[in-house]
């Protein structure tokens, strides 16, 4: 079965970057569709963006503008750039399809925005 391996999280600064990637044992992202999600603590897990086979994307309201989800089919990997990050974005990262299934969670990225 396909695997699903997230990383690129970290500790930045309000304001700051990151970039994660989503890297696939296998090619998945070219035949359905991707999520990345995200669960701060004490939260629900929440879609925070989607693309689907046509490279079309979609944000939570919350995202929207600062957040960019991309997919190199070639690479096996998805991408979400994240520019203007703000402390209400801290959470562990994860991708998935959407909508999601159990067998594709990992372990995820934590990414923290703190000063």
């Known amino acids: 079965q396909v695997q699903l391996v997230e990383s690129g999280g970290g500790l930045v600064q309000p304001g700051g970057s990151l970039r994660l990637s989503c890297a696939a044992s296998?090619?998945?992202?070219?035949?359905?569709?991707m999520g990345w999600y995200r669960q701060a603590p004490g939260k629900q897990r929440e879609l925070v963006a989607r693309?689907?086979?046509?490279?079309?994307?979609t944000y939570v309201d919350s995202v929207k503008g600062r957040f960019t989800i991309t997919r190199d089919a070639a690479k096996n990997t998805m991408y979400l750039q994240m520019n203007s990050l703000k402390p209400e974005d801290t959470a562990v990262y994860f991708c998935?399809?959407?909508?999601?299934?159990?067998?594709?969670w990992g372990q995820g990225t934590q990414v923290t925005v703190s000063s």
């Open positions: 693309i689907i086979r046509d490279g079309n994307a």
């Open positions: 296998d090619n998945i992202f070219s035949i359905t569709v």
């Open positions: 998935n399809t959407f909508p999601p299934r159990n067998i594709y």
